[in-house]
């Protein structure tokens, strides 16, 4: 009998010892958008570094396209690129620019943490990220949104791959 109950014990304890560990260990990277006021998620994205997220949209004024691209790095994203295809309100105009066929191009400066964008249904506001595109207007309802990148547990990484 006391056998059983020190085998039983054995057994718990290293369950919850496997448990704790899966909470504690990082898993993969993902891209998180999330409501601004709510912290309601709305996707998750696997990443890593290296990968591209860009946000694609019609300018509001010029009626043309944008495209602003940043790279993963970390728990960071690095603006790497900014397409545009006439300058208008809030586009650089003082920017070091190239014309790729009718496009301006440019590699801006910066890098955040914490991204957030008010999608608009005129600007038809899409997410790009790797190879998948999202309809960011329809994701959030015309929300603003919170991109970040973070780290989910390995608890969470099993438990998304038995649900999904």
Sequence with gaps: ???????VV?????????????VAVPG??????????????????????????????THSVEKTRVY????VRGDVLVMTRMEFESYGWGLPSRANVTEENGTFVYDPPGETTRLTVAPGR???????????????VALADGESVDL???????LTDITASIHG
């Design 122 to 136: 005129v600007a038809g506001h899409r997410l790009h990220v790797d190879g998948e595109t999202y309809d960011l």
């Design 10 to 22: 054995a057994v718990v304890a290293l369950a919850v010892a496997t448990a704790l560990a899966a």
């Design 148 to 154: 970040h990148v973070t780290r989910r547990s390995l």
């Design 68 to 71: 602003d691209e940043y790279t």
């Design 28 to 57: 993969d990277r993902v891209l998180v958008v999330e409501d601004t006021d709510t912290g309601e998620t709305y996707l998750t994205a696997p990443v890593e570094d290296g990968s591209t997220v860009a946000l694609e949209y």
């Design 1 to 7: 009998m006391k056998r059983t109950r020190l085998a």
